[in-house]
């Protein structure tokens, strides 16, 4: 009978008691187990992993984490699913609850992509736009990528990898999120005529074709709940609450809400933002609320405030019970798997995105 099942027919451990054994295990196991939680969690998994951080941080720790035998993610599949790709292959990588999905990522499959791509290509000829995709997408989408000369970019890196797209070939066409797409524009200087939004239920994307013969940056009509709940009524709210208050938001918030903040940029950006306010400061962040209360308790000195409650409820899925059974059983549930194939390509477009200078 296998420990998981063991478990299932007994008394569940408490809260004290869970931490306890999973701390055992992680002691017992050494080098051989990497346990990475990406910043949305909650405490008591930020507090047993190995490393903690966003999505571009956490890759760059699966790919460089060659002493562990197993590598446990406590993050979304998409993530999970990518260190399985850059993983070595004595390693094995298990997430706490494969059912932490991302509402994002699904708003975007490899055939609506394939059907727009060659809509686009017919329009403006083969060879001219470079695909970049956001991490949070599956890994099917990332091997496009790869196969078409393009790469996978996350919240840190976008402004890096737009420029990347764009001297490549002539436009970028980049998926799911819009908003990061946006802001990031915005940023590099290109403006509201040099954008369109592909909306993958109309005919061209719902747009005319010489819109999109004089677009440089094609954008998937796609979005993150988490951070599309923050508005710009919320902003102007804080301000007024807070009138000294400096404003840090994520890049997948809204255009108008990004306008409004003091600073935007990724997870760890925001980590950092928080961390080099001054003492006394108070800083309104506009992000998961599980990094925004953990920041508040990191920081006593400063005055570390929510923009709005804004919960991800599949971040929230992995506790430390599902942790504990997926240690219990290394190498044997929740197992991340991906073709080889698919594995191969994607990794192609993850590489060019770790080559990415910051």
């Excluded at 295990?25 to 990497?34: D, I, N, S, V, Y």
């Excluded at 998937?220 to 007024?240: A, K």
Aim: proline letters at 5%; a negative charge; aromatic letters at 6%.
């Amino acid at each position: 009978m296998s420990t998981l099942l063991q478990r299932k027919m007994s008394a569940p451990l408490d809260e004290a008691a869970l931490m306890e054994e999973i701390l055992a295990r992680k002691a017992a196991l050494g080098q051989e187990l990497l346990i990475l939680t990406h910043h949305y969690q909650r405490q008591e998994i930020v507090s047993l992993g190995d490393a903690r951080g966003d999505s571009f941080a956490l890759s760059r720790k699966a790919a460089d984490s060659g002493k562990a035998r197993f590598i446990v993610f406590c993050g979304v599949h998409f993530m999970a699913e990518s260190a399985a790709i850059l993983a070595q292959p004595h390693q094995t990588v298990q997430i706490p609850d494969p059912q932490a999905g991302c509402l994002m990522a699904d708003m975007v499959d490899l055939d609506l992509v394939s059907m727009a791509w060659e809509e686009l290509s017919e329009i403006v000829g083969p060879g001219m736009i470079s695909p970049i995709v956001y991490m949070n997408s599956d890994a099917s989408l990332k091997a496009f990528c790869g196969r078409h000369g393009g790469a996978v970019c996350t919240s840190a890196n976008a402004r890096i990898a737009l420029p990347w797209g764009l001297a490549q070939r002539e436009k970028v066409f980049f998926f799911p999120d819009q908003h990061l797409g946006r802001n990031t524009a915005r940023l590099l200087g290109l403006g509201p005529e040099d954008l369109i939004v592909w909306d993958p239920e109309q005919p061209l994307g719902g747009n005319r074709p010489d819109d999109i013969r004089r677009a440089r940056l094609i954008l998937w009509d796609g979005h993150c709940h988490v951070h599309t709940r923050f508005t710009v009524e919320h902003v102007l709210r804080r301000r007024q609450e807070f009138p000294g208050a400096k404003v840090v938001v994520h890049p997948e918030c809204t255009e108008e809400v990004v306008a409004l903040a003091d600073a935007c940029g990724s997870t760890d950006f925001i980590v950092e933002y928080v961390r080099q306010a001054e003492p006394g400061a108070t800083v309104v962040v506009g992000t998961e609320i599980n990094l925004v209360a953990r920041l508040a308790l990191e920081y006593p000195d400063r005055q570390v405030l929510d923009l709005h409650y804004s919960l991800c409820p599949n971040m929230f899925k992995i506790n430390p019970a599902k942790l504990l059974a997926t240690l219990e059983n290394l190498g044997e549930v929740n197992v991340v798997n991906v073709p080889e194939d698919i594995k191969s390509e994607a990794r192609l477009a993850l590489d060019r995105m770790l080559a990415l200078k910051l």
